[in-house]
């Protein structure tokens, strides 16, 4: 077989077809029964680990266990995986040339096959039988399990018997250091190049590995909202930041630039073990949906997980994540492992990574810091290295930021003007302001509610103790995405990306030719059996004045001919191959919408309720016309740029909505209601069992995001109703006001609105935010069983649960009348939901109707929105826009 020649712009993830018998299943370590798991629902936020709903837990636990979630019918092994990736331009021919030259220079040895205890001398002699077929092994064992270009292979994988007498003399013996790992990363990928750019063309170097500054602290810029403790081992970062000069030994590498070390300048992430190398792959992937927060533009990411003589190369994208691994023992996967480095280091992201509309530019971001003190620990390394420079630990910073660090001791502003030996200065983002009240000491501690002063819409919190250090203001060399299909980009508005699932990012851009009109456009990776509902809900509701946003048209426009899959773009499996293997495709997909307000930038309570009514209509509305939404939650509902506005609210994110068919009973009377959802409910009892054994029947008939999600939807065997969907804007109503501490100022309101409500790069979480109380949580946390319990309790108990949350809500907010008003609102609707309470005082859970719910919020609209009642509040209205008597307007 000859493979192909690369075409200049030719892609390198899309082929004709993939070797299939390459591939398969893997289970992680300790998931066995994981392919099987029915409760891995990606449009759920409680294992999504991303956007979570303001009032949820942010911690590292929560991120933690999202590659376990994610793993079920998403993860494949696959022994094809690099040539893959990096075939159509780095092709077996090529690297084959590339491991004969190595192998002639020492680079990699070849053991006496006959006299083991002997090296074969590899000095060039290129006629050696031995070292002839050694390199024809590699090459046919590369060959065998590489993907599928051109006229099948007369030897499958079972048939070449793969040599295992390679040895790479400088690969770091146990334990494997990062430092070194790097340097013979560095050194090997530096010779591969200069042997194979003789047959390239317009190729060049672009990146190379380097280790992080410190070991100690996570890298800035990783996770914006969530800050989790990020500290990978090895990063590939782009040779624009090194240093030009090298180190003693001759390497080119040089010290890297500290300003890229962040999330957004990586392009690949690892981690490094002496022994357990499983537990570095699930690090890795960790690092992995890191990298996608920080970068959520990329349609895919990459990793390593390194351990003695082995490397494991893993690939994530919205459908899952392929797995291969490189024994650098063996022929096989040394040729691999040489078409790895080739790849990594010489190809373009447009080429690579990348969505090809998304254009990126290089910003310096400012960062808030802290310079905190902490003892010296004997790990510590001085400086930051993808060099071989010796690496004795010192007295001196150790941070990515360490000139800075040292500036600092010695300035006005800061308490600790001199310091001993045995302490040293660390810089860290001040989005990671330390939880204990021992702040020099506990480095690792870091609180999740209390996030950075440098947001515009964020105030500075109340006394945090630390007493040892200073804050100052750092800059990162960030890359940040400036155009999308052909608008300017104002920043991100929302950003849900994990690895696996829909990966929901929403930009606020400018409307062309319109300097301040604004769009949302949002990205979503669809199951394409799904991808056209969407677009028939836009198309029905273009035109129309109602509560429901529509799609704008010239980015449909733009959008039809750049169709990305996962699998038949990304992956290059053929239809019948991914539909064989079970596998879910996922299509890209984008729409634009006239920007809204989202809930967050509420400006009152009254603001709020009138937008949750304007949703619930939309909801109304779109259900008599045969669409039913299934995944209603407060971050789906946004609210009106102005309070002149004819709707205050609306309904948007139609990724999971399917065609209704109204037959009467839906919003007829009670009676009807519930005798059709039993009806319904009996007729699914039967096959639930066959179901639990299929995730994607299970996923499309629980859907929604858990704290929303109505008690029939967890029961799971359920086919969603329009009542679900009313019972979803009732947990709305009632977990509103336990996510916030109060409204925005004025002032930070009007900054948001001239912003399009954009998220601003390391601003950490708003501080408004608020963290559910305990008997909330449970909404959120645990099983499906046990949420549905939790729910079942609050209808059972009606009244201990208002007195619950009237008491909690009283020690949160100053205006003690306004939150009695809105405890009033929450009984009326919660009374629309529950029977009379029987003998034993239980009520019991029944559904109610849209008109139900929307009579509730008309009638407290009516009391306590009037004049008369506003006139006795204070303080309970920060709308900055005024009507024409000059009084702010509700």
């Given at each position: 077989?000859?493979?192909?020649?690369?075409?200049?712009?030719?892609?390198?993830a899309?082929?004709?077809?993939?070797?299939?018998?390459?591939?398969?299943?893997?289970?992680?370590?300790?998931?066995?029964?994981?392919?099987?798991?029915?409760?891995?629902?990606?449009?759920?936020?409680?294992?999504?680990?991303?956007?979570?709903?303001?009032?949820?837990?942010?911690?590292?636990?929560?991120?933690?266990?999202?590659?376990?979630h994610?793993?079920?019918?998403?993860?494949?092994?696959s022994?094809?995986?690099?040539?893959?990736?990096?075939?159509?331009?780095?092709?077996?021919?090529?690297?084959?040339?590339?491991?004969?030259?190595?192998?002639?220079?020492?680079?990699?040895?070849?053991?006496?096959?006959?006299?083991?205890?002997?090296?074969?001398?590899?000095?060039?002699?290129?006629?050696?039988?031995?070292?002839?077929?050694?390199?024809?092994?590699?090459?046919?064992?590369?060959?065998?399990?590489a993907?599928?270009?051109?006229?099948?292979?007369?030897?499958?994988?079972?048939?070449?018997?793969?040599?295992?007498s390679?040895?790479?003399?400088?690969?770091?013996?146990?334990?494997?250091?990062?430092?070194?790992?790097?340097?013979?990363?560095?050194?090997?990928?530096?010779?591969?190049?200069?042997?194979?750019?003789?047959?390239?063309?317009?190729?060049?170097?672009?990146?190379?590995?380097?280790?992080?500054?410190?070991?100690?602290?996570?890298?800035?810029?990783?996770?914006?909202?969530?800050?989790?403790?990020?500290?990978?081992?090895?990063?590939?970062?782009?040779?624009?930041?090194?240093?030009?000069?090298?180190?003693?030994?001759?390497?080119?590498?040089?010290?890297?630039n500290?300003?890229?070390?962040?999330?957004?300048?990586?392009?690949?992430?690892?981690?490094?073990?002496?022994?357990?190398?499983?537990?570095?792959?699930?690090?890795?992937?960790?690092?992995?949906?890191?990298?996608?927060?920080?970068?959520?533009?990329?349609?895919?990411?990459?990793?390593?997980?390194?351990?003695?003589?082995?490397?494991?190369?893993?690939?994530?994208?919205?459908?899952?994540?392929?797995?291969?691994?490189?024994?650098?023992?063996?022929?096989?996967?040394?040729?691999?492992?040489?078409?790895?480095?080739?790849?990594?280091?010489?190809?373009?992201?447009?080429?690579?990574?990348?969505?090809?509309?998304?254009?990126?530019?290089?910003?310096?971001?400012?960062?808030?810091?802290?310079?905190?003190?902490?003892?010296?620990?004997?790990?510590?390394?001085?400086?930051?290295?993808?060099s071989?420079?010796?690496?004795?630990?010192?007295?001196s910073?150790?941070?990515?930021?360490?000139?800075?660090?040292?500036?600092?001791?010695?300035?006005?502003?800061?308490?600790?003007?001199s310091?001993?030996?045995?302490?040293?200065?660390?810089?860290?983002?001040?989005?990671?302001?330390?939880?204990?009240?021992?702040?020099?000491?506990?480095?690792?501690?870091?609180?999740?509610?209390?996030?950075?002063?440098?947001?515009?819409?964020?105030?500075?919190?109340?006394?945090?103790?630390?007493?040892?250090?200073?804050?100052?203001?750092?800059?990162?060399?960030?890359?940040?995405?400036?155009?999308?299909?052909?608008?300017?980009?104002?920043?991100?508005?929302?950003?849900?990306?994990?690895?696996?699932?829909?990966?929901?990012?929403?930009?606020?851009?400018?409307?062309?030719?319109?300097?301040?009109?604004?769009?949302?456009?949002?990205?979503?990776?669809?199951?394409?059996?799904?991808?056209?509902?969407?677009?028939?809900?836009?198309?029905?509701?273009?035109?129309?004045?109602?509560?429901?946003?529509?799609?704008?048209?010239?980015?449909?426009?733009?959008?039809?001919?750049?169709?990305?899959?996962?699998l038949?773009?990304?992956?290059?499996?053929t239809k019948?191959?991914?539909?064989?293997?079970?596998?879910e495709?996922?299509?890209?997909?984008?729409?634009?919408?006239?920007?809204?307000?989202?809930?967050?930038?509420?400006?009152?309570?009254?603001?709020?309720?009138?937008?949750?009514?304007?949703?619930?209509?939309?909801?109304?509305?779109?259900?008599?016309?045969?669409?039913?939404?299934?995944?209603?939650?407060?971050?789906?509902?946004?609210?009106?740029?102005?309070?002149t506005?004819?709707?205050?609210?609306?309904?948007?994110?139609?990724?999971?909505?399917?065609?209704?068919?109204?037959?009467?009973?839906?919003?007829?009377?009670?009676?009807?209601?519930?005798?059709?959802?039993?009806?319904?409910?009996?007729?699914?009892?039967?096959?639930v069992?066959?179901?639990?054994?299929?995730?994607?029947?299970?996923?499309?008939?629980?859907?929604?995001?858990?704290?929303?999600?109505?008690?029939?939807?967890?029961?799971?065997?359920?086919?969603?109703?329009?009542?679900?969907?009313?019972?979803?804007?009732?947990?709305?109503?009632?977990?509103?006001?336990?996510?916030?501490?109060?409204?925005?100022?004025?002032?930070?309101?009007?900054?948001?609105?001239?912003?399009?409500?954009?998220?601003?790069i390391?601003?950490?979480?708003?501080?408004?935010?608020?963290?559910w109380?305990?008997?909330?949580?449970?909404?959120?946390?645990?099983?499906?069983?046990?949420?549905?319990?939790?729910?079942?309790?609050?209808?059972?108990?009606?009244?201990?649960?208002?007195?619950?949350?009237?008491?909690?809500?009283?020690?949160?907010?100053?205006?003690?009348e306004?939150?009695?008003?809105?405890?009033?609102?929450?009984?009326?609707?919660?009374?629309?939901?529950?029977?009379?309470?029987?003998?034993?005082?239980?009520?019991?859970?029944?559904?109610?109707t849209?008109?139900?719910?929307?009579?509730?919020?008309?009638?407290?609209l009516?009391?306590?929105?009037?004049?008369?009642?506003?006139?006795?509040?204070?303080?309970?209205?920060?709308?900055?826009?005024?009507?024409?008597?000059?009084?702010?307007?509700?």
């Amino acid at each position: 077989m000859t493979t192909a020649t690369p075409t200049a712009g030719a892609s390198t993830a899309t082929y004709l077809r993939r070797n299939i018998k390459c591939i398969s299943w893997w289970h992680r370590r300790n998931d066995p029964a994981g392919s099987l798991r029915s409760d891995a629902q990606s449009t759920s936020m409680k294992l999504s680990g991303s956007n979570r709903t303001p009032g949820e837990r942010h911690t590292t636990g929560a991120v933690d266990d999202v590659p376990v979630h994610q793993s079920p019918r998403g993860q494949l092994f696959s022994r094809d995986l690099v040539d893959n990736v990096f075939g159509a331009i780095i092709t077996t021919d090529l690297a084959r040339i590339v491991l004969e030259g190595l192998v002639k220079s020492g680079t990699v040895n070849l053991d006496n096959v006959e006299r083991p205890h002997k090296r074969r001398k590899c000095d060039g002699a290129s006629g050696s039988n031995l070292f002839a077929a050694s390199i024809t092994n590699a090459f046919d064992v590369a060959r065998a399990r590489a993907c599928i270009r051109s006229p099948p292979l007369e030897k499958q994988p079972g048939d070449v018997r793969e040599e295992k007498s390679w040895r790479w003399p400088t690969f770091p013996r146990k334990p494997v250091d990062e430092y070194l790992l790097v340097d013979f990363l560095n050194l090997v990928m530096e010779e591969c190049i200069c042997i194979a750019l003789p047959h390239l063309h317009n190729h060049t170097q672009l990146f190379r590995f380097a280790a992080p500054t410190n070991k100690h602290h996570a890298f800035p810029l990783s996770y914006e909202a969530d800050d989790q403790d990020l500290r990978p081992d090895v990063v590939l970062l782009p040779i624009t930041s090194f240093n030009d000069k090298g180190d003693k030994k001759g390497t080119r590498c040089g010290t890297v630039n500290e300003k890229y070390l962040n999330f957004t300048a990586i392009r690949l992430i690892g981690e490094s073990k002496s022994k357990y190398h499983a537990d570095g792959v699930t690090q890795a992937i960790r690092y992995m949906r890191g990298t996608k927060r920080a970068q959520p533009w990329l349609r895919y990411v990459l990793g390593l997980a390194i351990s003695y003589h082995k490397i494991s190369f893993i690939r994530g994208d919205p459908a899952g994540t392929e797995y291969t691994d490189l024994n650098l023992n063996t022929s096989g996967g040394s040729l691999e492992f040489v078409q790895l480095l080739l790849g990594l280091g010489l190809l373009h992201d447009k080429e690579l990574l990348t969505n090809p509309n998304t254009d990126l530019v290089e910003k310096e971001v400012k960062v808030k810091a802290s310079a905190i003190r902490e003892p010296l620990t004997s790990r510590s390394r001085a400086t930051s290295h993808a060099s071989t420079e010796p690496r004795a630990s010192t007295s001196s910073c150790s941070t990515p930021l360490s000139s800075l660090s040292r500036s600092i001791q010695r300035s006005p502003f800061s308490n600790n003007y001199s310091r001993s030996s045995s302490e040293r200065n660390y810089l860290v983002p001040s989005s990671r302001v330390l939880r204990s009240s021992n702040a020099s000491t506990s480095p690792k501690k870091r609180s999740y509610d209390q996030i950075d002063d440098g947001h515009p819409f964020v105030r500075p919190l109340a006394a945090v103790s630390q007493p040892e250090s200073s804050t100052i203001e750092v800059t990162m060399r960030a890359r940040i995405p400036a155009k999308v299909y052909g608008y300017d980009i104002e920043g991100i508005i929302s950003n849900a990306c994990s690895i696996r699932g829909r990966n929901t990012l929403v930009y606020a851009v400018r409307k062309p030719g319109k300097l301040k009109a604004f769009l949302a456009l949002k990205l979503s990776w669809q199951l394409a059996r799904r991808t056209g509902i969407e677009k028939e809900v836009y198309d029905l509701i273009k035109g129309k004045s109602i509560n429901v946003l529509a799609s704008d048209d010239v980015l449909q426009g733009r959008f039809s001919s750049t169709r990305d899959s996962t699998l038949e773009k990304i992956r290059g499996f053929t239809k019948e191959q991914y539909t064989s293997l079970g596998l879910e495709e996922r299509i890209l997909n984008a729409s634009a919408v006239d920007l809204k307000r989202p809930v967050r930038f509420f400006w009152s309570i009254h603001d709020f309720v009138m937008g949750v009514r304007g949703a619930l209509l939309g909801h109304q509305w779109l259900v008599g016309q045969g669409f039913l939404h299934r995944d209603i939650s407060e971050n789906n509902i946004v609210l009106a740029l102005r309070p002149t506005e004819p709707q205050r609210g609306y309904l948007i994110d139609f990724d999971m909505a399917v065609h209704y068919k109204e037959d009467g009973g839906a919003q007829g009377d009670q009676a009807t209601l519930e005798a059709r959802i039993e009806a319904i409910r009996q007729e699914i009892k039967k096959g639930v069992e066959e179901q639990k054994l299929d995730h994607d029947k299970c996923a499309e008939r629980r859907t929604g995001t858990t704290p929303y999600m109505s008690l029939n939807v967890l029961t799971g065997g359920h086919i969603h109703c329009p009542a679900d969907d009313v019972e979803s804007f009732l947990y709305v109503l009632l977990l509103f006001p336990f996510s916030y501490r109060h409204s925005l100022e004025r002032e930070e309101l009007i900054l948001a609105d001239e912003r399009g409500f954009a998220h601003i790069i390391a601003s950490g979480r708003p501080v408004h935010l608020a963290q559910w109380p305990a008997f909330l949580l449970a909404f959120s946390e645990g099983t499906f069983s046990s949420i549905e319990g939790a729910k079942r309790n609050m209808f059972a108990r009606p009244l201990k649960f208002l007195r619950d949350a009237h008491r909690e809500l009283m020690m949160r907010f100053a205006n003690k009348e306004l939150i009695t008003a809105y405890n009033v609102l929450l009984f009326d609707a919660l009374a629309k939901f529950i029977t009379v309470p029987d003998e034993q005082g239980q009520a019991q859970h029944r559904s109610a109707t849209h008109d139900e719910l929307v009579g509730a919020l008309d009638e407290w609209l009516k009391e306590y929105l009037s004049d008369e009642y506003l006139e006795k509040l204070s303080d309970y209205n920060k709308c900055p826009f005024k009507d024409a008597q000059g009084r702010y307007m509700v």
